[in-house]
């Protein structure tokens, strides 16, 4: 299974729901081909309703597709041995309260085939890994929505999965927690293993994920390395003090000009123009104090890309 360079792979991938009582079809997810690198770090984004748990559900077949396909390790997603390598961290998980995290660890461990004494220790090592050793044998209600998180996280890779799908596992987890599961997610994926996240906390994605998908009304609307997504247009250049003359001659070759915090910003669309304003200063001594290639983040394109499918 190792050998695969594709990961998850879906080509045409559709669902459509046709409403109780009703001849109105529901298009959840139409026509989105997507593929995911082994050893990458992937993040699937898009607002309520775009068809995110859709087509998590169609990879891990708890749902039929209307047409096309899904593939996990070169193997159709329907068949159950494609999963054997997968491990999974739904957003709305229900633990038995009643049991200890140690109790459940090792319940889940059982049921992926793995034996009583490779059980015990991997528990004993995630419930480390994930800040829980002191609470291993505390009954799980009694656990904050943080804890059940990052318990959550332990039990997706008690099985020592080679894909790890991961719905918002950050939701409630204070930022040190959300520092604590970006660290063990990196050594996950340091150690070879792919990585597939949906989540509605953009900053966290653009700080781990170097690929993402964008999906609006079950549609792909975007996708890409992040680093291609959110480079800008042009270049910020900022100067202190500058007279009103040499600045109308700056604003006749840049795109837009403003003031902030007593500095003067231009942004030329170029290097050529970047270049011309820096020769211009020189000679004329103005110290300048910064010239940054503009850059969006991963919510600028997020926003730009969601609200271009409205207007359209």
Same mark, same amino acid.
């Given at each position: 299974?190792?050998?695969?360079?594709?990961?998850?792979?879906?080509?045409?991938?559709?669902?459509?729901?046709?409403?109780? %009582?009703?001849?109105?079809?529901?298009?959840? %997810?139409?026509?989105?081909? %997507?593929?995911?690198?082994?050893?990458?770090?992937?993040?699937?984004? &898009?607002?309520?309703?775009?068809?995110?748990?859709?087509?998590?559900?169609?990879?891990?077949? +708890?749902?039929?597709?209307?047409?096309?396909? +899904?593939?996990?390790?070169?193997?159709?997603?329907?068949?159950?041995?494609?999963?054997?390598?997968? &491990?999974?961290?739904?957003?709305?998980?229900?633990? +038995?309260?009643?049991?200890?995290?140690?109790?459940?660890?090792?319940?889940?461990?059982?049921?992926?085939?793995?034996?009583?004494?490779?059980?015990?220790?991997?528990?004993?090592?995630?419930?480390?890994?994930?800040?829980?050793?002191?609470?291993?044998?505390?009954?799980? &209600?009694?656990?904050?929505?943080?804890?059940?998180?990052?318990?959550?996280?332990?039990?997706?890779?008690?099985?020592?999965?080679?894909?790890?799908?991961?719905?918002?596992?950050?939701?409630?987890?204070?930022?040190?927690?959300?520092?604590?599961?970006?660290?063990?997610?990196?050594?996950?994926?340091?150690?070879?293993?792919?990585?597939?996240?949906?989540?509605?906390?953009?900053?966290?994605?653009?700080?781990?994920?170097?690929?993402?998908?964008?999906?609006?009304? &079950?549609?792909?609307?975007?996708?890409?390395?992040?680093?291609?997504?959110?480079?800008?247009?042009?270049?910020?250049?900022?100067?202190?003090?500058?007279?009103?003359?040499?600045?109308?001659? %700056?604003?006749?070759?840049?795109?837009?000009?403003?003031?902030?915090?007593?500095?003067?910003?231009?942004?030329?669309?170029?290097?050529?123009?970047?270049?011309?304003?820096?020769?211009?200063?020189?000679?004329?001594?103005?110290?300048?104090?910064?010239?940054?290639?503009?850059?969006?983040?991963?919510?600028?394109?997020?926003?730009?890309?969601?609200?271009?499918?409205?207007?359209?």
């Amino acid at each position: 299974m190792d050998s695969f360079e594709r990961v998850i792979v879906t080509k045409n991938l559709t669902k459509h729901y046709r409403r109780p %009582l009703s001849s109105r079809v529901v298009r959840a %997810l139409d026509d989105l081909s %997507l593929t995911v690198e082994r050893g990458s770090a992937f993040g699937l984004l &898009g607002p309520n309703g775009a068809g995110k748990t859709t087509f998590v559900k169609l990879l891990l077949s +708890a749902t039929r597709p209307t047409a096309g396909s +899904a593939q996990i390790f070169g193997r159709d997603c329907r068949d159950p041995r494609s999963r054997e390598q997968v &491990g999974y961290l739904p957003e709305n998980h229900r633990f +038995a309260p009643y049991q200890t995290g140690r109790q459940m660890l090792d319940f889940y461990a059982a049921l992926s085939g793995m034996g009583h004494r490779d059980r015990k220790r991997r528990a004993a090592e995630l419930l480390e890994t994930v800040g829980l050793n002191e609470w291993g044998d505390q009954k799980i &209600g009694k656990y904050s929505k943080g804890m059940l998180q990052r318990l959550g996280l332990a039990q997706s890779i008690m099985h020592r999965p080679k894909l790890l799908i991961l719905d918002e596992p950050s939701d409630g987890v204070d930022p040190v927690g959300r520092r604590q599961i970006r660290d063990i997610l990196q050594r996950l994926r340091n150690e070879g293993t792919t990585i597939f996240l949906n989540s509605h906390l953009l900053a966290e994605v653009e700080m781990f994920c170097d690929q993402v998908a964008i999906i609006r009304r &079950g549609e792909l609307a975007a996708s890409g390395q992040i680093s291609a997504l959110t480079t800008g247009s042009g270049y910020r250049l900022a100067v202190n003090a500058l007279s009103a003359a040499l600045a109308d001659r %700056l604003k006749q070759t840049a795109i837009d000009s403003y003031t902030k915090d007593d500095r003067v910003h231009f942004h030329f669309s170029d290097l050529e123009s970047v270049n011309h304003a820096v020769d211009l200063l020189r000679r004329e001594n103005v110290f300048i104090e910064e010239i940054q290639r503009m850059r969006s983040t991963l919510e600028d394109v997020f926003i730009r890309t969601v609200e271009a499918g409205e207007d359209a």
